[in-house]
């Protein structure tokens, strides 16, 4: 989930008080075997709700870094839709290093593939300007 941070909590990194942000981009970026960038980085953009989803296409476990993708895909900010929260935060090292995966638990099988859902965050921009504090 993608949130815009409260200007009370601006410099920590609570949430509390933050409220969705619809339409924000984040990028799924991905390391092959080799520790290389792979080519299926992937985009996605978050509901109304401030949820985002999207898919890592068909993939063998063993194709990733360390053949685990919670080691080898991260997520980042890219994008907020709102001018007036639009300011990266490091929660979850969404700006600096990436959000990691972590297992949600959830698998099904669909048309003879195996399916895992990963989750991440939450991630927060930040407004770019809030009062001072006193």
């Keep these: 989930m993608v949130h815009c941070q409260s200007c009370a909590q601006r410099n920590t990194h609570s949430l509390k008080g933050a409220k969705p942000l619809p339409k924000a981009e984040v990028s799924v970026i991905c390391h092959d075997a ?3 960038v792979m080519v299926r980085c992937r985009r996605a953009v978050a509901n109304d709700n401030g949820y985002f989803l999207t898919e890592l296409d068909e993939t063998k476990v063993s194709d990733f870094y360390m053949g685990d993708p919670r080691k080898a ?4 900010l890219r994008a907020s839709p709102d001018f007036e929260c639009n300011n990266s935060t490091n929660i979850n090292y969404s700006s600096i290093e990436g959000a990691p995966l972590h297992d949600e638990g959830k698998r099904w099988a669909d048309h003879g593939y195996y399916n895992v859902m990963y989750a991440t965050g939450p991630l927060a921009f930040r407004p ?4 001072p504090k006193h």
Excluded: D, L, M
């Design 128 to 131: 770019a300007i809030c009062p």
């Design 34 to 36: 080799n520790n290389r």
């Design 73 to 76: 895909c991260y997520v980042r």
